[in-house]
């Protein structure tokens, strides 16, 4: 059997300036075809031995499995958390055209 061949993607930060600039970012390097924006949310979490209540800004990314690893890097590097949450979720089902529609607004490699 092989993976899912969509994805969403979700990350999160602490300012909607900051989740502006990765769902922008990921799109115009067609590393996602849409990036939407929650906000915001409020995450409870463990962090360096204390449990931390942050308001945050979830972003969502459609993309194909194809750009992952891609997406991921790209994330990686722009996010200014030490340890973004990076995850991505598989698209089991959707509608045909979207999902066309995302295929051809992604780019798994570096060409246009």
């Known amino acids: 059997m ?30 996602a075809a849409c990036a939407q924006i929650s906000a915001p949310v409020t995450s409870v979490y463990h962090w360096q031995g204390a449990i931390e209540t942050t308001e945050e800004w979830q972003v969502l990314f459609k993309t194909t499995a194809a750009c992952y690893e891609a997406l991921e890097a790209h994330l990686t590097a722009a996010h200014d958390y030490d340890v973004p949450e990076i995850l991505a979720v598989p698209v089991v089902r959707g509608n045909a055209p979207y999902l066309s529609w995302l295929t051809d607004e992604t780019t798994p490699d570096d060409t246009p």
């Open 2 to 31: 092989t993976g899912p061949e969509f994805l969403t993607v979700l990350t999160t930060t602490d300012s909607p300036a900051k989740a502006d600039a990765l769902a922008r970012g990921a799109v115009e390097a067609r590393l």
